[in-house]
């Protein structure tokens, strides 16, 4: 359905392309697209001799970049700053004339907005500013320095400058990750203390990175030898933060970086392992993407036993999925339902005996609790009870059971 908020960001962003462009040009190596000039031209574009910072409003194309060119005569504190226009969240990412990444951000502007300072020598830069979702936005971008006027109001936290090859970094392991025992490294620091580490991969493999620590939120990206962003992730279970490269990474160095959205002198636990088989079996029945043996051999299951009319169960669902079982002896309509006790968000999926989703529901009238109907065939079923936030809560489920009624004239 169309809002009036996809109107409104459609039509401005039309009405940006409407504007005369200012020339356009790869100022930052061919790897950064060609950008427009802050001060509309590149002599114009100083920002040491400028009275006052760059002001533009950027229209993102989906899956680019918008790129704000800008020069430094002089060695200068800087500030770039992105704040999305009708709820949209930008990510910036600063770089120099070589075209190697030098700062990236992502939220430390407050409400969703990016923001970074940094003292840089003289050349030229490239602000890139692209969405975080991937798709179509509008930013207004503020390029200026330190002693200048904000654009945002800051978060607190603080932005993180690309770890290249002379950044000082934590060393992850003491050996290529494919020689150590077990195949996997951690180390846990506070963000202030170590807000880098560097490992080393032998030859190819998948790998999984992870910082945990929920009271910090931790924020992670991952860099390779040049200083090139390869990933980030915040969120990915809970507060705390995971990337997943499972098709293998590249055998050399790589740098993790590190920052901390709400408290960075808490402790946060950084790790790299090798990425399995089986790690991935178990990610899928975690988030309820799969179903896993109804035996409970590698998750443990819930045996709810025979739904004849109507079945409950209570109890606690966290990170990961709570899996429950029951057999329907004959066919007929099933309604589930699942109940937030406290501050819980449920979500359910339901899996035949074969493993195949038949259903999922999130939100159902008007609540955050959640409700399916299907008809089924006799057999077994797995049900997918989980939180919306992955955070511990307890979430109560009735599975019921109609059966159809007979035609007019006729009894069962």
Known sequence: MTTHRTIALAAALLSLSALPALAQEAACGASVPAGHWAGGSADSSDISTAAGPFDLVGAVPPGSYHVSNFTLSQPMAVRVEAQGQFGADPVIELYDQQGAMVLTDDDSGGNWASRGEITLQPGTYCLATRSYGGG????????????????????????????????????????????????????????????????????????????????????????????ALLAENDDYDSLNSRIDFTEGLAAGTYCIGMRALNNPDLPVTVSISVYSEEDMMRDLYADGRASPPPDGSVVPVVQMGDLTTRLFNDGAVGADARWLSFDVPEGGLLLIDAIGIGQSDPMIALFDGVGREISFNDDANNSLDSQIAVRVAPGTYMLAVMQYHRQNGAIRVTVERYIPAPPPGRTR
């Open 136 to 227: 179509p936005i509008q930013a207004d971008i503020r390029v200026g320095l330190v002693e200048h006027p904000a654009l945002t109001p800051g978060s607190g936290g603080s932005n993180i400058l690309a770890c290249t090859s002379d950044m000082q970094a934590t060393p992850l392991g003491g050996a290529p990750l494919d020689r150590l025992p077990g195949q996997d490294a951690s180390a846990t620091n506070t963000v202030n203390g170590a807000p880098y580490y560097r490992f080393t991969l032998g030859s190819d493999m998948p790998i999984s990175i992870r910082a945990e620590n929920p009271s910090a939120d931790p924020y992670i990206y991952l860099y390779d030898a040049g200083g």
